[in-house]
């Protein structure tokens, strides 16, 4: 598992790269050579976007997201775990209809065969990816429910 956290991580940073090796080479061509990038502001837009999706797979998973533990820290064991297996059963539902929706729009995408203005790029394609990430994330929020099965009070 942690293999597969571990590419589903480097994925994300990757397509932050892209995102900043995209940026600032339409920089250079627009005010150095009075020239753009084809595409650029949809390729970055689908990057960033995929780049936010797989991130937040994994961040569901390893529990490395922002965290308020000030009512959580004050409570005993088992109100932890009640919390706990609350805040992960809320995060895991939302994830999961926010998967529905994004699967919905990319098949909308298919259907309508939308594309890139310049270079003519499939964008269902992106918005799959993009599905699969936070359904990932969705997944994780499960697995992390369930772990907390395992896990003593105290």
């Known amino acids: 598992?942690?293999?597969?956290?571990r590419a589903v991580e480097v994925a994300a940073s990757l397509m932050l790269g892209v995102?900043?090796?995209?940026?600032?080479?339409?920089?250079?061509?627009?005010?150095?050579?009075?020239?753009?990038?084809?595409?650029?502001?949809d390729l970055t837009r689908m990057a960033q976007g995929l780049a936010l999706a797989w991130?937040?797979?994994?961040?569901?998973?390893?529990?490395?997201?922002?965290?308020?533990?000030?009512?959580?820290?004050?409570l005993g064991p088992r109100g932890k775990r009640v919390m706990d297996a609350v805040a992960r059963l809320i995060t895991a539902l939302?994830?999961?209809?926010?998967?529905l929706a994004m699967a919905q729009r990319a098949a909308r995408n298919m259907a309508s065969n939308l594309s890139t203005a310049e270079?003519?790029?499939?964008?269902?394609?992106?918005?799959?990816?993009?599905?699969?990430?936070i359904a990932l994330a969705g997944v994780a929020a499960l697995l992390g429910l369930w772990s907390l099965r395992k896990r003593p009070l105290a």
């Open 1 to 5: 598992m942690d293999r597969f956290l």
């Open 19 to 41: 995102v900043t090796l995209i940026t600032f080479t339409n920089v250079v061509l627009r005010y150095g050579f009075n020239s753009a990038l084809m595409d650029s502001f």
């Open 55 to 74: 991130g937040i797979a994994v961040a569901t998973h390893r529990r490395e997201h922002i965290t308020i533990d000030g009512l959580w820290g004050l």
């Open 94 to 99: 939302f994830l999961l209809g926010l998967t």
């Open 119 to 133: 270079l003519g790029l499939p964008i269902w394609g992106f918005h799959a990816a993009m599905t699969l990430g």
